[in-house]
T-cell receptor
Framework: GDSVTQMEGPVTLSEEAFLTINCTYT??????LFWYVQYPGEGLQLLLKATKADDKGSNKGFEATYRKETTSFHLEKGSVQVSDSAVYFC??????????FGDGTTLTVKP | EAGVVQSPRYKIIEKKQPVAFWCNPI?????LYWYLQNLGQGPELLIRYENEEAVDDSQLPKDRFSAERLKGVDSTLKIQPAELGDSAVYLC?????????????FGPGTRLLVL
């Protein structure tokens, strides 16, 4: 079946450090790929998405590129802030709205 | 624009008791999702509605879980009777269509603790 594998956390970085959270997927067909962020006590919020191969999603300084050849969608940010501390979920969605989420990666950014 | 509303935010019950969660999606969103999120894991789909029709309930444990979306707007998820293993966060999400390309908007969730 479809699956999403994320880099295990937790990840702890100093402010202004470079961030990479790895995400790989297995899917039948051509999924759309998403990164969601969950702040403490809140629901998931869409961070960025890409709907086809080689698309790059970006938002708030975060980027991820849909790599079909490596079935990956790694999340990157050049300089993290304390406010980026949250749990990040990679997800895929195929036709008919069926979504599969990874287990999440907890990021803590220290001042 | 109001987001997805869920209530209650927290619920503590004893095992074997019934419990119900309510969700009001974003206005105009015809697709509604209920997810289960265990601690340290990602959301897992329980049921998906398009308007008032349940189009995917394959992961819903139908012996104790039920859901309804009678008028195609708000929805209720019920557990009867609850078990210790049902302790989790129950998330509701909505989207404009169920094509798979669209963004899902999530509510804050209901955190259930079964004692």
């Amino acid at each position: 079946g479809d699956s999403v594998t994320q880099m295990e956390g937790p990840v702890t970085l100093s402010e202004e450090a470079f961030l990479t959270i790895n995400c790989t997927y297995t899917a039948t067909g051509y999924p759309s790929l998403f990164w969601y962020v969950q702040y403490p006590g809140e629901g998931l919020q869409l961070l960025l998405k890409a709907t086809k191969a080689d698309d790059k999603g970006s938002n708030k300084g975060f980027e991820a590129t849909y790599r079909k050849e490596t079935t990956s969608f790694h999340l990157e940010k050049g300089s993290v802030q304390v406010s980026d501390s949250a749990v990040y979920f990679c997800a895929l969605s195929l036709n008919a709205g069926k979504s599969t989420f990874g287990d999440g990666t907890t990021l803590t950014v220290k001042p | 624009e109001a987001g997805v509303v869920q209530s209650p935010r927290y619920k503590i019950i004893e095992k074997k008791q019934p419990v119900a969660f309510w969700c009001n999606p974003i206005s105009g969103h015809n697709t509604l999702y209920w997810y289960l999120q265990n601690l340290g894991q990602g959301p897992e789909l329980l049921i998906r509605y398009e308007n008032e029709e349940a189009v995917d309930d394959s992961q819903l444990p139908k012996d104790r879980f039920s859901a309804e979306r009678l008028k195609g707007v708000d929805s209720t998820l019920k557990i009867q009777p609850a078990e210790l293993g049902d302790s989790a966060v129950y998330l509701c999400a909505s989207s404009f269509s169920g094509s798979g390309q669209e963004t899902q908007y999530f509510g804050p969730g209901t955190r259930l603790l079964v004692l």
